[in-house]
């Protein structure tokens, strides 16, 4: 009775417009800890399930809360039963360490799994500590910004920061871009695991090119671990790559990070015409 008391004053909370604020609790095994996930909503109807759970419908500033994430949008589901949530329209996925957004997502706080599709925008964010006085050409200093990583569709676990990347994947980090058919990304190890058809361009002319469909990249961000590990396709075993180097006047050859914008000629002032006599 408590219970039914509970969900009315719920809908009579909808009912007036204000927002709406709900805890359901996670249900676990008897070994595991309990987590409390939270939704508050515009507007929210309370559907009691068979089994003696509650299926809940959110419309309007939806927010659903966890212990290490926070799932924002406009329209959204939750299943007190399944502990799964799910979303038709554009939604924003946090945890402490990155970002996500999409068109639609489901997430599974029972796994802490999200499974989000259309327009997929991650933004990593790799811990910069010395990042500013790497040495020149290092990884580190090359990709020192937060990563922006681009795709149809991830599979994502906010507990171990790893995902699942298909589908016209993208990364650009400042202004180098990296592009391949799929790909993993692990947070906690700070990598990046591209493979098939990989491209690497940057505007001073840099380039990678590594055909074939089972073709690999590895780039590792790590603070004083950075590298990148680039592996052929067996079928193709082939990797292009293009480097600008800059030759100094004592002869020695340095590599261009940056395009250089050559400067604009001056132009040389003309004498006007003398006037012709009247």
């Known amino acids: 009775m408590k219970t039914r008391t509970l969900i009315f004053a719920l809908l009579a909370t909808t009912i007036s417009g204000t927002a709406l604020y709900a805890r359901q609790t996670a249900k676990s095994p008897a070994s595991a800890k309990t987590r409390i996930v939270d939704t508050t909503a515009e507007q929210a109807r309370i559907t009691p399930l068979p089994g ?10 939806v927010v659903i809360t966890s212990v290490d994430s926070t799932l924002n949008t406009q329209k959204a589901t939750y299943n007190n039963d399944t502990q799964i949530a799910s979303s038709p329209t554009r939604l924003r996925l946090d945890d402490k360490q990155n970002t996500l957004t999409a068109d639609k997502g489901v997430a599974y706080y029972s796994t802490r799994d999200a499974d989000f599709s259309g327009n997929v925008v991650i933004n990593a964010r790799p811990q910069q500590g010395g990042s500013a006085n790497a040495p020149k050409g290092s990884v580190r200093r090359n990709f020192k910004d937060p990563v922006a990583i681009t795709c149809g569709k991830v599979r994502y676990n906010w507990r171990t920061k790893k995902g699942v990347l298909t589908e016209n994947l993208t990364i650009k980090q400042k202004n180098r871009t990296i592009t391949a058919t799929r790909g993993l990304y692990d947070g906690v190890a700070e990598t990046v695991t591209l493979v098939g058809n990989i491209k690497s361009r940057n505007p001073s002319g840099e380039a990678a090119d590594v055909p074939g469909a089972n073709s690999r990249a590895v780039v590792s961000f790590k603070e004083g671990d950075e590298y990148m590990d680039i592996f052929s396709d067996p079928s193709v075993k082939k990797v292009h790559g293009e480097i600008v180097v800059r030759e100094k006047a004592n002869g020695e050859v340095e590599v261009v990070e940056e ?8 132009a040389t002032p003309q004498a006007s015409p003398s006037p012709a006599p009247p």
Not at 259 to 266: A, F, G, L, S
């Open 52 to 61: 003696g759970g509650e299926f809940t419908t959110l419309t309007g500033n």
């Open 259 to 266: 395009p250089t914008t050559p400067p604009e000629p001056v």
